[in-house]
């Protein structure tokens, strides 16, 4: 039976985005014949009328589909459905349009693409409104449940990693504290794994409470081993050592806006060893970029799961990479477990097996 699909992008954009379009497109017309249409700015477009959206074909599943980052679909982290922020100030429940949204566009099921956030918002939709909903897990964050990776994780780990490669030659040449500010959301995924890749002495994230006596104690040991530099990771939500966030204002996606931990770090690490330091904050560079390999192959996979569970009238599902295979798990489980980095799993022990800080010792 022919079918009409639509996907959105939902949440903060990541590397690999258009790469899951691309699959969808080429497996649900390729494989089953079905229409896709791709809906504009997440909820967003489904809000407007005539909903925001368009079909997408051949054009829209080419080779440099795997290569561009972004999104060509748009995407939002404003505007809950459920409480909308109007223009006069007032905050009201505009799911029920999303819904009708959905029918405008006679749609026999959503294929979403997001992080938590989204999932909570659009598996809540599907039920309301009764129309099949899978889930494409992607966030650079990687802190949703039940699977080891999300899309767009990967590349921005890359991109980590090689700002650790490019700070660390002139690190060396002018003897300095290099702080490497790195996103993550409330999770240190990102800087565990690029410390470890891209050789930092120093990795702090916010599952693991530092000092920075710890921190001048180590650069004072690679001094002594006739070290001249240093190269700290920290993720954007460490705390302050009296506990507090650092935040640049406004909102991301109607939390904190994490911002200016490594300033507060180089600050404190200058007060404490005399070392002279610098800060780079990376922010959005580790979000656009090429996707890498790993995230254009998991995109493919995803899509192809995802498109073969609604063949076979699946609903609530969310794909997920589990031990080499692409499985599904409930939406609800997957949100409902936020991954921390596990203090005491391999990437931890990886870390202190190496000699590098975490701020703790
Ligand atoms: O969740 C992805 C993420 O990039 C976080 O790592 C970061 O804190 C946040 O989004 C930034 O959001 P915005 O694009 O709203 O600045």
Redesign the pocket.
């Given at each position: 039976m022919t079918k009409r699909i639509g996907i959105l992008t939902s949440g903060?954009d990541c590397a690999g985005l258009n790469a899951v379009i691309r699959a969808i497109v080429l497996h649900a017309r390729g494989r089953y014949g079905w229409e896709v249409v791709g809906i504009r700015e997440g909820t967003q477009g489904l809000l407007d009328r005539p909903p925001r959206a368009q079909t997408l074909g051949p054009d829209d599943a080419t080779g440099l589909m795997l290569r561009l980052g972004g999104t060509i679909l748009g995407t939002t982290?404003k505007g809950d459905p459920f409480a909308y922020p109007m223009a006069d100030g007032t905050v009201v429940d505009r799911s029920n349009e999303v819904i009708a949204g959905v029918r405008a566009l006679d749609l026999d099921a959503v294929i979403g693409i997001g992080?938590d956030g989204s999932f909570r918002i659009l598996h809540r939709l599907a039920r309301q409104g009764g129309f099949p909903l899978i889930g494409i897990p992607k966030?650079?964050?990687n802190d949703l449940g039940l699977t080891e990776m999300s899309i767009g994780y990967n590349t921005a780990v890359g991109v980590a990693t090689e700002a650790l490669d490019r700070l660390q030659p002139t690190a060396a040449s002018h003897s300095r504290v290099m702080v490497l500010e790195v996103?993550?959301?409330d999770a240190g995924h990102i800087a565990l794994a690029a410390g470890i890749a891209g050789g930092a002495d120093v990795i702090l994230i916010p599952e693991i409470p530092y000092r920075i006596a710890a921190i001048g104690a180590k650069i004072e040991d690679l001094k002594r081993t006739g070290r001249n530099f240093a190269l700290v990771v920290a993720a954007?939500a460490v705390l302050t050592e009296e506990g507090q966030h650092k935040g640049v204002g406004g909102s991301?996606?109607g939390t904190i806006?994490?911002g200016g931990i490594g300033a507060y770090l180089a600050e404190r690490i200058a007060q404490a060893t005399g070392a002279e330091t610098r800060v780079t904050v990376l922010g959005?560079v580790q979000?656009g970029s090429m996707p890498s390999w790993t995230d254009r192959m998991l995109a493919s996979a995803f899509a192809v799961h995802a498109v073969d569970l609604i063949a076979v009238g699946k609903s609530g599902r969310m794909v997920a990479w589990s031990y080499r295979q692409v499985i599904d798990v409930p939406i609800e489980d997957a949100v409902a477990h936020f991954q921390a980095v596990d203090i005491d799993g391999p990437l931890v022990k990886t870390a202190r097996g190496l000699g590098i800080c975490l701020g703790d010792a």
């Amino acid at each position: 039976m022919t079918k009409r699909i639509g996907i959105l992008t939902s949440g903060g954009d990541c590397a690999g985005l258009n790469a899951v379009i691309r699959a969808i497109v080429l497996h649900a017309r390729g494989r089953y014949g079905w229409e896709v249409v791709g809906i504009r700015e997440g909820t967003q477009g489904l809000l407007d009328r005539p909903p925001r959206a368009q079909t997408l074909g051949p054009d829209d599943a080419t080779g440099l589909m795997l290569r561009l980052g972004g999104t060509i679909l748009g995407t939002t982290n404003k505007g809950d459905p459920f409480a909308y922020p109007m223009a006069d100030g007032t905050v009201v429940d505009r799911s029920n349009e999303v819904i009708a949204g959905v029918r405008a566009l006679d749609l026999d099921a959503v294929i979403g693409i997001g992080g938590d956030g989204s999932f909570r918002i659009l598996h809540r939709l599907a039920r309301q409104g009764g129309f099949p909903l899978i889930g494409i897990p992607k966030t650079i964050d990687n802190d949703l449940g039940l699977t080891e990776m999300s899309i767009g994780y990967n590349t921005a780990v890359g991109v980590a990693t090689e700002a650790l490669d490019r700070l660390q030659p002139t690190a060396a040449s002018h003897s300095r504290v290099m702080v490497l500010e790195v996103m993550g959301r409330d999770a240190g995924h990102i800087a565990l794994a690029a410390g470890i890749a891209g050789g930092a002495d120093v990795i702090l994230i916010p599952e693991i409470p530092y000092r920075i006596a710890a921190i001048g104690a180590k650069i004072e040991d690679l001094k002594r081993t006739g070290r001249n530099f240093a190269l700290v990771v920290a993720a954007e939500a460490v705390l302050t050592e009296e506990g507090q966030h650092k935040g640049v204002g406004g909102s991301s996606g109607g939390t904190i806006r994490y911002g200016g931990i490594g300033a507060y770090l180089a600050e404190r690490i200058a007060q404490a060893t005399g070392a002279e330091t610098r800060v780079t904050v990376l922010g959005h560079v580790q979000r656009g970029s090429m996707p890498s390999w790993t995230d254009r192959m998991l995109a493919s996979a995803f899509a192809v799961h995802a498109v073969d569970l609604i063949a076979v009238g699946k609903s609530g599902r969310m794909v997920a990479w589990s031990y080499r295979q692409v499985i599904d798990v409930p939406i609800e489980d997957a949100v409902a477990h936020f991954q921390a980095v596990d203090i005491d799993g391999p990437l931890v022990k990886t870390a202190r097996g190496l000699g590098i800080c975490l701020g703790d010792a």
